[in-house]
């Protein structure tokens, strides 16, 4: 290999090195619109499925935000990539808890998919960072999705969805009347009670309730190609209660919302009222704002005091309450450009919301009240354990230690390089300079 081979080889290795070191070291960008999942569990909130912004299936993408850290969305460069041990096919509109014996399990089941060998349930062990097929006992092996479900004393609650049913190559949407309950410490499938429950339903939304009363609202009642003009009212409410297995339903009164679908709710701190946020509507009445609560002790909805950047609404997002705020991730009606994929909405004080940008993981001002234990559980260990962001810190001490290195060791190897390629240009100059005086005295 010539000199000049030789210099250009290692000045290709090392632009190899320095776009690789680069490219570990660049920000994680997700490609997620939509029809994700947005799980809690030790202050990260983990994010997978969904589609794009065209309507495609996002490829195997797994990631998380980390809420241990105060952070500013509009510059949110703290995201995580976790996609490098995902083994869950593309897909969306999929449902996930957190759950197992332990409570720090994510557990993902069904979804719209492309890939007809994806299994019905995954669990995701936020301890040893893994993904597992779970084997579930009990006769229940049906894909659904566009539902929303709610975790309560480690049971998964599914009530209703979608089922795609395909015939001939044809596709057809079976809306389908029944409550399924995935128990994630034994493993299990099991049926609750359909007496005097709400019609089947899609892109609806449920919460838990401090009296273990899960509350179901709005959503569509028809095929997905008639969704504008099926949208349920918001005048009536259905409770399940989780203990007694049994459907009440309760009229709503006040500033009632127009009838609506793919919106979200989360409890406030105080355990007695809904706040819910955009969807889409059949009634532009009340697109005054994307701001509804529904107070608990009256069932009264009313639009309450908000004050800072109000966001653009959005539909077939995800919401978590985290802190003192209700955590709104990614949908369809925002531009990315503009506006962040995580919207803060400061509930911690009833009087007044507050839409902000930075996020500030202290303890909330007021504390939902926890549901009481039943009599023959008591908290597992890992539950009694505070996370701190001390201990987020050292999980990322060596993430940070190897990009240090990796960046110092790409320095020296540039320094080297470019001593060789000093060193290489001397000297043939130098040769040059003989083979010119040489020419000279001949």
């Known amino acids: 290999m010539s000199k000049n081979s030789l210099a250009y080889f290692i ?40 589609r794009d912004i065209n309507g495609k299936f996002v490829g195997k993408e797994f ?11 509009q510059k949110l460069l703290l995201w995580q990539d976790l996609s490098y041990i995902d083994l869950v096919p ?47 006992t009990g006769d229940y092996n049906v894909r659904k999705f566009r539902l929303t ?11 209703s969805g979608v089922n795609k049913v395909i015939n001939n190559n044809v596709a057809s949407y079976v809306f389908l009347n029944e409550m399924v ?42 095929p997905p190609t008639a969704y504008m003009s099926n949208a349920l009212t918001l005048s009536e409410v259905y409770l399940y209660n989780t203990i007694n297995d049994n459907w009440s339903k309760k009229i709503t009164s006040g500033k009632i919302p127009s ?12 355990g007695q009222r809904i706040i819910i946020f955009g969807g889409f509507f059949d009634d532009p009445g009340y697109l005054d704002t994307t701001l509804y609560v529904l107070d608990l002790t009256n069932f009264n909805w009313y639009i309450p005091k908000i004050s800072g950047n109000i966001p653009k609404y959005r539909k077939f997002h995800q919401a978590n309450v985290i802190g003192k705020y209700m955590v709104i991730s990614f949908g369809i009606g925002y531009n990315k450009s503009v506006e962040s994929d995580i919207l803060l909405l400061d509930i911690s004080n009833i009087e007044e919301y ?23 559980s008591s908290p597992s260990p890992s539950s009694l ?13 060596p993430a940070m230690a190897g990009a240090i290195v990796g960046s110092l060791f790409c320095g020296i190897l540039l320094s080297f390089g470019g001593f060789f390629l000093y060193k290489w240009n001397k000297n043939k100059q130098k040769q040059r300079g003989i083979i010119r005086i040489q020419g000279n005295v001949n």
Not at 196 to 204: E, K
Not at 385 to 397: E, T
């Open 149 to 159: 479900a709610v975790e309560h004393y480690g049971k998964m609650y599914l009530y």
């Open 385 to 397: 354990q505070p996370s701190s962001s001390s201990s987020q810190l050292s999980n990322n001490i």
């Open 181 to 222: 309950i995935l128990d994630t410490i034994n493993l299990s499938w099991s049926k609750g009670s359909l007496i005097n429950a709400p019609s089947p339903r899609a892109d609806y939304d449920a919460t838990l309730l401090p009296n273990d009363n899960i509350i179901y609202l709005g959503g569509v009642s028809a």
């Open 354 to 376: 507050v839409w902000t940008t930075t996020f500030d993981p202290s303890v909330p001002n007021s504390i939902i009240p926890a549901p009481s234990l039943p009599p023959s």
């Open 63 to 73: 990631f998380y935000l980390d809420f241990s850290v105060p952070f500013d969305t």
């Open 90 to 136: 593309p897909h969306s509109e999929a449902e996930s808890v957190k759950g197992g014996a332990n409570n720090d399990t994510l557990f993902l089941y069904g979804g719209e998919i492309s890939d007809q060998t994806m299994a019905l349930v995954y669990t995701f062990d936020s301890q040893s960072i893994t993904w597992t097929i779970s084997k579930i």
């Open 11 to 50: 000045s290709w290795i090392l632009l190899q090195f320095l776009f690789g070191v680069n490219c570990q070291m660049m920000p994680f960008k997700p490609t997620v619109s939509y029809g994700h999942t947005a799980t809690l569990i030790d202050n990260k909130l983990y994010i997978i499925g969904g």
């Open 259 to 270: 009838n609506r679908a793919a919106f979200s709710t989360v409890l406030g701190l105080d």
